[in-house]
């Protein structure tokens, strides 16, 4: 190895910048915005990006991207979260018992004491147990979903428009709007002029009716961001999920972090939950949560263990649903167009690239692209049900594009006990 | 022997002490939450009646499957969540067939079942596949087949559906009455006129293969060297690529099973009402059990006994049945929390042993260093 001490700093500084010119991001989302507005006038499914569906996607998004989050801080710290479907379904429950009884604000704090109390649990049993977190994470699930289903048979019979498996109405949260924005964009929008119409539609998504929880959610996740890499603390929590061994030889309280970290997991869960009841919906349901807490782990995962990631991923989801929800399959339709007429270019550019070696991969998507587009020339409408795999689907296509390139806390899911460091 | 003796104290002490934790807990909850304790328990540990054996034994038989379907996973540290879409997606390719009637009597059976291990085994490949060629853990990709598998049997069953008049459930075609599992009859000792699904003897005999080959074959051994320490495998020459794809195949193989006792012993068609969460009752019945052939079998009783006498609950006692839930739920945790416990006393208990033998043993410091 000629590797001198002088020539390190290179490859190093090439890790820690990202390498990507300061326009990257912005020609990026520009690019994204241009082709949805293309395929809107195209296709006429001018649904694609209305401030409707839009605003549908943030309201989605927003309980996988707190979801998503609660997975961020446990697995920074080196503990894997499966359990933050039992979380957020604790969180339903404290959300609406705690909202009705003392009011939506009160019903927040619920949803996060329950989202702790389930944290806790999980913290026990990986941190202080060493019990394997996966093991654990699904024992929290049957324990959080068995909890919540009781607790709601046990407080909400009996009480005026509430049942065994749902809460009465609750109040909601108030929502903030800039005033004289709205209309006006509305108009706008509905001249449904290519790229104006569109730009629009996301700037009254941003500024008319934004429920004040999503706000706060928001706010969280800029300030986890400066929280885990901005401050000496965030240092500590994520030495713990790289290599505690030696965090533990430089001082640090591996232990007591990991349960924190655990515990802030819980929380934020919870709160996740406490959105889908306070502002989705306005009451608790049996089998609301319907496994985002899943869909917020895949989120993140999808986040490259990233906040901003976490978040995008969040949106993505979330549009996913909101297309769903909406019932539109011709706006799932539409997207054929774009991702057969992608997989076919990735396809032959590859073909044409490569001259050596056998040229599978490329033939498959070549195949892949063929078949999307067909099916979109030949049907009018995605039926229902694979509208609603959608976000599954892309979940799992993410993952397999691009798992190889996503890097997640060196021991994440290690068992850590006190004093191995030697 | 002695040795046994003390490793089965162990095994048998932590379900116990789970089982104690969870009674303790649960009478705190129900406490807290001002449901009568006393009467909980009565109505929980009464002795079920004879309708309510054969329906524990019933319920244990698909648990059971279940549960070996996810300890083939557990034993090389491979989380199949999925088996809960596998078997949905299995029984529903079965009943399809099975539905058609092409093939007469017990031959339509044996080719379903077989229809329904390869749909299994396929389904779960995916993930497996998704994991040695890019990476994606196996624990999310299951849980997103799980989500897939719901939608697409959905979808199919528009397509595949029978009209049955007077009712609103669309069902495949109902298998034919010469292509059924007799249940067994235990009119004579416990006078029910309900049966035990004869195919309680595929789940006996998927537990014995089970066993066999995972204590007695090759395979096994590689399974377990694998779950225990993945680069000793790879040093024995142990292909984990290979390994994780068909453990994965196998997995899913009976997780397809795992709907065949309710296909040909009771519901006769797949309908949009057939039971969910399976898949995830046997995770909890494989952790109790310890991924042991007998302490599956034990656990899937349990859990069967648990969720039968339930079902009493809400009229003898006023509180809501879903309580069994949180008891199950705190039975898995505490159990693996003492299985944790235990295995690490078990591991002191060992290492004091060997000091104490070494320390007794008069033998010169060159060979102590080298043991």
Redesign the interface.
Known sequence: MSTSVTAKPEPLRATLTPGRPAWYWPALIGGALVVIATIRVLTGAHDIDSSGALAAAIGLAMPLALAGLGGLWSERAGVVN?GLEGMMILGTWGAAFFGFHYGPWIGILGAVVMGILGGA?HAL?TVI????H???G??????????G???A??TFTGLPGGG?TQSPPLQKLPSISIPGLGDWLLGLEQSRTWLVADLAGILRTLTTDLNVLTVIAVGLLVFSWWLLWRTPFGLRLRSCGEAPQAAETLGVNVIRFKFLAVLVSGALAGLAGGFLVLVASNLYRDGQTG?RG?IG??AM?FGNWRPGGLAAGALLFGYADAVQLRGRGDVIHAYLLPIGLMLLAWGIWQLVRRRTGKPVGALVRVALALAVLAWYWFTDEV?A??T??TP??A??LV???S??RLRMPAADGAIYRKGEAN | MKVDFRKLGLAVAAPVLAILVALVLTSIILLV???PVLQVWQVLFKAPLPRQIVAILNEATVLYLSAVAVAIGFKMNL?N?GVDGQYRIASFAAAVFAGANLLPGWLNIIVSILIAMVTGALWAAIAGL?KVT????E???T???N??AT??V??LL?GAAVKVEGSNATSTAVIAESSRVPGISVESWLGTGREIYGLIFLAIAVGILFWFVLTKTRFGFDLRATGRSESAAIASGVNVKKMVVTSMILSGAIAGLVGMPLLFGQDFAYGDTVQAGLG?AG??VA?LGRNHPVGMAVAALLWGYLNQLSNGLQISAGV?D?????????I??SV??AY??VR?AGLRMEQRRVARELAAQPKPATEEVAA
């Open positions: 499966i649990i049993a147990f060493g019990v394997d996966i093991v654990s699904v024992a929290v699930n049957l324990l959080g979903a068995g909890a289903a009781y607790l048979v046990r065994p496994g899943y782990l895949a995962i039926p049900e694979f609603n795999m599954y689907i979940t799992l993952l397999a594009f798992a190889q | 939450a001002g449901d989380f969540i998704l890019r990476g994606v853990s624990v999310i990709s849980i997103m087949l989500y897939i939608y697409l959905a979808y528009k995830f995770m909890s952790l809501s879903k309580l069994v839930l949180i008891i199950q739920g705190i898995v945790l693996v929390i944790e416990v690490r």
